[in-house]
């Protein structure tokens, strides 16, 4: 995975880099690189997250080298303390002894020895130049400390979320690679359900009245045998309009009774 091959419309959002003035180019780019190679983005979400992963890499490797000059010049000063201070007054020494410093710093063997030589002389402990350049500079390095907790939090959450992102994806093709199921059809590609097997209640609600529906001429009639063609309607009516039906069935005929049709009274005699 190269730079080469960021997509075109993720340029203006890649495009700039943290560098500050004076940092190391090929180094970022090094590095860069390594990452590209290692978490391999596969989409434009996993690109962006991975670029906001490599900055906050390089900005936490700056602190690191912050953190290392802000002790190199703690003990400087206190080289300096213990060695230049009181020649203030002869600037030639002063400089012999800020280049006998610099040299030192460099790690130059001649300086080390010549810098505890001196140190010695005047009774300090070299093992408490850490100590005293840390103490010195005790509220910086504690600021540097919390930005760079902040910035390894950060680069963390980024590292989880795309893992998690990428096990989802992994684990909904596992599932369908196991069940093997297809996808959903179009919803215009599917077959119109079949027809009902039997015909709807409002249907049979519609239909004029047969013999055994009702009974005729007043007279009460049974309900429906199993064995009638009718029979499977009649069960399938509705509870309210069959309880009706059987309410009607039972009372008897106006004007008459439940035996007979209704008879009409005798004519008076004139």
């Known amino acids: 995975?190269?730079?080469?091959?960021?997509?075109?419309?993720?340029?203006?959002?890649?495009?700039?880099d943290p560098l500050a003035p004076g940092e190391d180019r090929?180094?970022?780019?090094?590095l860069r690189e390594s990452l590209l190679h290692t978490l391999e983005p596969r989409d434009a979400l996993e690109w962006i997250w991975i670029q906001d992963y490599i900055?906050?890499?390089?900005?936490?490797?700056r602190h690191t080298r912050v953190r290392a000059d802000i002790l190199a010049r703690g003990r400087r000063a206190v080289l300096w303390d213990q060695l230049g201070r009181h020649l203030k007054a002869n600037a030639p020494a002063a400089r012999l002894v800020r280049r006998l410093l610099e040299r030192w710093e460099a790690r130059d063997p001649d300086a080390v020895a010549d810098v505890e030589r001196r140190l010695a002389?005047?009774?300090?402990?070299?093992?408490?130049?850490?100590?005293?350049?840390?103490?010195?500079?005790?509220?910086?390095?504690?600021?540097?400390?919390?930005?760079?907790?902040?910035?390894?939090?950060?680069?963390e959450r980024l590292l989880r979320e795309i893992n998690r992102r990428r096990a989802a994806q992994a684990?909904?093709?596992r599932a369908v690679s196991d069940t093997g199921a297809p996808k959903p059809p179009d919803a215009s590609l599917r077959p119109e359900p079949p027809p009902p097997a039997h015909e709807p209640e409002t249907?049979?609600?519609k239909r004029p009245p047969r013999p055994c529906d009702a009974p005729a001429?007043?007279?009460?009639?049974?309900?429906?045998p199993p064995?009638?063609?009718?029979?499977?309607?009649?069960?399938?009516?509705p509870i309210v309009v069959r309880a009706e039906a059987e309410d009607c069935l039972k009372r008897p005929p106006r004007g008459g009774t439940t035996n007979g049709p209704a008879r009409l009274p005798a004519p008076e005699a004139v």
């Open 121 to 155: 002389e005047k009774g300090f402990d070299v093992s408490l130049l850490a100590t005293r350049a840390y103490a010195a500079n005790l509220e910086r390095l504690e600021i540097l400390d919390k930005m760079s907790t902040r910035l390894t939090q950060r680069r």
């Open 227 to 237: 064995s009638h063609p009718d029979a499977d309607a009649h069960h399938r009516m």
């Open 55 to 61: 900055h906050l890499t390089w900005e936490l490797q």
């Open 1 to 16: 995975m190269t730079a080469s091959s960021v997509p075109s419309c993720l340029d203006p959002f890649l495009a700039h």
């Open 171 to 173: 684990q909904r093709l």
């Open 26 to 30: 090929p180094a970022y780019e090094a």
């Open 217 to 224: 001429g007043h007279e009460r009639r049974p309900a429906c």
């Open 203 to 205: 249907e049979y609600l």
